[in-house]
């Protein structure tokens, strides 16, 4: 299957994109495409696409990558909702808020069933000892005994 993609071409920290037509099943290092629709250069916003030629491999069955969509809707060549794309934590957050909302309408339109309450485990015993009380001997500039706050001490 063909597809119309982004092929990376600049240099280290310098990103520059070609606009290909390349056969799925090859990856987008290897060079070999069946032919170059254009350019794109995000630093400087420049977007230079032969809008016929992607019409034409579209119509031949190519499929475009989601980032090649929101580009081709961007210039005008096709008219389409620009789809979501972008990794991490985003994409992430709103599925999660969507998820919790989801359950809390569920339980306002579940109807109430009594159910009796089943006894609960017994938790475990934590052992606990008693204050010890330490009396540290004063310096000598005190010139006397001080007493020392007790402190606690469990055990686990």
């Known amino acids: 299957m063909l597809k119309i993609r982004l092929q990376r071409v600049g240099r280290k920290n310098d990103p520059s994109f070609r606009a290909v037509c390349v056969d799925s099943r090859k990856s987008p290092k290897v060079g070999k495409h069946t032919e170059v629709l254009g350019s794109y250069d995000p630093k400087r916003d420049y977007i230079a696409i032969d809008g016929e030629r992607v019409k034409h491999w579209i119509s031949k069955g190519a499929q475009v990558s989601d980032t090649m969509h929101n580009l081709l809707v961007k210039e005008g060549v096709i008219k389409a909702k620009k789809i979501h794309v972008a990794k991490g934590k985003k994409k992430v ?54 007493e020392v706050a007790p402190e606690k001490k469990e055990v686990i």
């Open 93 to 146: 957050k709103k599925e999660i808020k969507a998820d919790a909302e989801t359950p809390a309408e569920e339980k306002e339109e579940a109807p109430k069933e009594d159910k009796p309450k089943e006894p609960e485990a017994p938790k475990e015993e934590v052992k606990e000892e008693a204050l010890i009380e330490e009396k540290k001997p004063a310096s000598p500039s005190q010139g006397g005994e001080q």
